[in-house]
């Protein structure tokens, strides 16, 4: 019972994460449309980092590692930093007390974020 409340704990906290970071991405994409992905990205982690922004070009190298070279060798996208980065704040709330997630996140995100942004 305990894994079931988990799991749907960890989807609505990705479900929301992901809707607030797409939003997030419009705003940021019509208000400076001159920035390529990384330099886009790395202001929206920022600005969803709030006090901890010195982190946000951390993030999205790491999810660059994480999603570009395996299995395939492929572009970064919006996708995959949302991914990281929810992944890694969820597991910072949650701290020491579990090792990962009952669900994937990523496909949560994968429902509410373009491929192609």
Known sequence: MLAIFAAQSER?????????????????????????????????????????????????????????????ERELIFRHVVHYLIFDEYMRTVGKAREGTKTNMGVVAARIIPENI
């Open 12 to 72: 609505r906290y990705a479900k929301e994460a992901s809707q607030q970071l797409l939003e997030l991405y419009w705003r940021e994409r019509r208000a400076h449309p001159e920035l390529k992905k990384k330099e886009l990205y790395q202001r929206i982690v920022a600005q969803r980092l709030g006090g901890e922004a010195s982190r946000a070009a951390q993030i999205v190298l790491r999810a660059e590692e994480s999603f570009t070279d395996w299995p395939v």
